[in-house]
């Protein structure tokens, strides 16, 4: 964990001052095709929706968080995710994509510090690929559940991909720790879990 948490300190340093890249679509990122910033100044909520707040100059644009597939900010790589038009920053890309919450890396890559908080969203999520649909990562006894809580979807999720059972099981309890969900997904990726 000491590691991780090296790597990121590391990272964190070298993408501070950075440009954000915005990309309305997949094909666009794949094709390095967006619109590019000097800066990042804050994720916002516009009349119910979430937007980014990003500046050339002295002219500050807001970009409606859904009308993008993501952005970069630096090297980092964010989606916005479908549940609440969130950001999403992509911690590990292999077998699965695992992603941190977005809001707190910003913030951390923003103020150059150590440690984030967010105000919205999960701790994690995941996805099969780097452009299929992201499920915030909850795990909870499911009972009654109601159409649109997370824990239906991730549910779905779960139970449509018995091949990452291993990865699921591992998560457990650790689903709000994201340096303990984070190793789990490693030592996925290496196969070290049953």
Request: proline residues 4%.
């Amino acid at each position: 964990m000491k590691f991780i948490l090296s790597l990121l300190c590391i990272w964190l340093s070298l993408v501070v001052q950075s440009q954000v890249t915005v990309f309305k679509t997949f094909e666009d990122f794949q094709a390095e095709k967006g619109e590019t910033y000097e800066e990042y100044e804050k994720y916002v909520i516009t009349f119910g929706s979430f937007a980014m707040k990003l500046k050339n100059g002295s002219k500050s644009t807001k970009i409606k968080a859904s009308n993008i597939w993501g952005f970069t900010y630096g090297d980092a790589l964010f989606r916005i995710e479908g549940e609440n038009n969130l950001p999403v920053m992509v911690l590990s890309l292999g077998k699965i994509v695992f992603y941190g919450n977005g809001l707190a890396f910003l913030t951390m890559i923003k103020e150059q510090d150590n440690s984030g908080s967010f105000y919205s969203g999960h701790h994690g999520y995941m996805s099969k690929d780097i452009n299929s649909p992201i499920y915030p990562v909850v795990t909870r006894p499911v009972g009654a559940l109601i159409a649109g809580d997370p824990h239906v979807s991730f549910k779905k999720f779960r139970d449509s991909h018995p091949e990452y059972t291993p990865i699921f099981r591992c998560i457990g309890a650790y689903y709000k720790n994201l340096d303990l969900m984070l190793e789990c997904v490693q030592k996925f990726e290496a196969e070290e879990l049953n």
